[in-house]
C-alpha cells in the first residue's frame, strides 16, 4: 500500500518535496519509481530508484532538477522537485515493482497520486 503527499500549488520556480509512504514487510526488496501524468496525457516515467538506493535514473527534462531518494528503515521514498516548471503540472503516482525500469506498465503497486500545479 503506497500514500503521496506534498503536492500542491506554486509559482514556476519553487521547489516541492513529495513523499510517498509505503507499508508492509517486503519495502526493501522493491524498485520504487515516480510517474506523472498531465491531463490529456500518458502517464509517464520522472524517477526510479533502486531496491536499497544504489542506482537511480531520471527522465531527461527533470535531471539536474530533481532528486529521487528512499529510507528503508521508515518505508518512504522522497522526489525533491526543485526549479519548477508550469510543464511538470501533473498528478505524480508512486510505483513499487520487482525490476528497476522506467517502463510504468511493469509496476505492480501503485498510490492514488498527488497534484502538483506550477503556475507561471
Known amino acids: 500500500h503506497l500514500v503521496e503527499s506534498g503536492g500542491g500549488l506554486v509559482q514556476a520556480g519553487a521547489s516541492l518535496r513529495l513523499s510517498c509512504a509505503a507499508s508492509g514487510r517486503t519495502f526493501s526488496s522493491y524498485n520504487m519509481g515516480w510517474f506523472r501524468q498531465a491531463p490529456g496525457k500518458e502517464r509517464e516515467f520522472v524517477a526510479v530508484?533502486?531496491?536499497?538506493?544504489?542506482?537511480?535514473s531520471y527522465r531527461d527534462s527533470v535531471k539536474g532538477r530533481f532528486n529521487i531518494s528512499r529510507d528503508n528503515d521508515k518505508q518512504m521514498v522522497y522526489l525533491q522537485m526543485n526549479d519548477l516548471d508550469p510543464e511538470d503540472t501533473a498528478v505524480y503516482s508512486c510505483?513499487?515493482?520487482?525490476?528497476?525500469?522506467?517502463?510504468?506498465?511493469?509496476?505492480?503497486?501503485w498510490g492514488q497520486g498527488t497534484q502538483v500545479t506550477v503556475s507561471s
Open positions: 530508484i533502486s531496491a536499497y538506493g544504489g542506482l537511480t
Open positions: 510505483a513499487g515493482g520487482v525490476v528497476f525500469t522506467t517502463e510504468w506498465r511493469v509496476y505492480s503497486n
